[in-house]
């Protein structure tokens, strides 16, 4: 199986930045796509940004030019960069991957989630 574990959330001010930062372990053949999602107050869970294996990112046209993600070397961990925070950006964030844990059964999961809070 494989597990998630963010760190990196917490409390900043409108206009600051935190990085969140996300690591994967446990056996996996392959992974595919690593990226995050987030769930604010009241709101449904909402795709912020993917990055595939591949290359390929996407984001949400709101953190567009804000947030930048990035995986690691060893692409089994991913990072968000999150600048110019503002208010509306307070949530869970949720780490997300899937793959394969062999060459036939696909994986997908979740982390527990880290809280981000801007607030001044």
């Known amino acids: 199986q494989v597990q998630l574990v963010e760190s990196g959330g917490g409390l900043v001010q409108p206009g600051g930045s935190l990085r969140l930062s996300c690591a994967a372990s446990?056996?996996?053949?392959?992974?595919?796509?690593m990226g995050w999602y987030r769930q604010g107050p009241g709101k449904q869970r909402e795709l912020v940004a993917v990055?595939?294996?591949?290359?390929?990112?996407n984001y949400d046209d709101s953190v567009k030019g804000r947030f930048t993600i990035s995986r690691g070397n060893a692409e089994s961990t991913v990072y968000l960069q999150m600048n110019s925070l503002k208010a509306e950006d307070t949530a869970i964030y949720f780490c997300?991957?899937?793959?394969?844990?062999?060459?036939?059964?696909?994986?997908?999961?979740w982390g527990q989630g880290t809280q981000v809070t801007v607030s001044s």
């Open positions: 997300y991957a899937n793959g394969m844990l062999d060459e036939r059964r696909p994986f997908t999961e």
């Open positions: 446990g056996r996996a053949f392959s992974i595919g796509a």
């Open positions: 990055m595939h294996r591949t290359g390929p990112t």
